[in-house]
């Protein structure tokens, strides 16, 4: 019953930081995210099983929305190149790591 209520909690503040990312890209929070928001993704990362999902889960949202883009017109494309193949290096290793936590895996990652 404890860990339902612990997924109920973690699932919860995970909807309120997705909300939150919406919220971001709207005229209203443009430049300001409620201190309420703030508080719960510092929660969030208190638990680090599930920052490290969610982590997993905005790269990969990130990943699929450079795949389907072109080269940004800032950027050449031999740097565009380089730019999607470190996100997708960071996301094997981002996988790898959550599927065997090792303190390796987490200096991987840092690198």
């Not at 638990?47 to 990130?62: P, R, S, T, W």
């Amino acid at each position: 019953m404890k860990q339902q209520n612990t997924q109920t909690a973690i699932a919860n503040k995970i909807k309120k930081w997705l909300e939150t990312a919406q919220e971001l890209s709207s005229e209203q929070f443009r430049f300001a995210i409620p201190i309420t928001r703030l508080t719960s993704i510092k929660s969030l990362c208190q638990d680090e099983v599930a920052a490290a999902q969610f982590g997993l889960y905005l790269a990969k949202i990130l990943q699929a929305q450079m795949q389907a883009e072109s080269c940004p017109s800032h950027l050449s494309p031999s740097e565009w190149e380089i730019h999607t193949t470190v996100v997708a290096n960071a996301v094997t290793e981002m996988e790898r790591y959550i599927e065997n936590p090792l303190p390796e895996g987490k200096q991987s990652l840092q690198q």
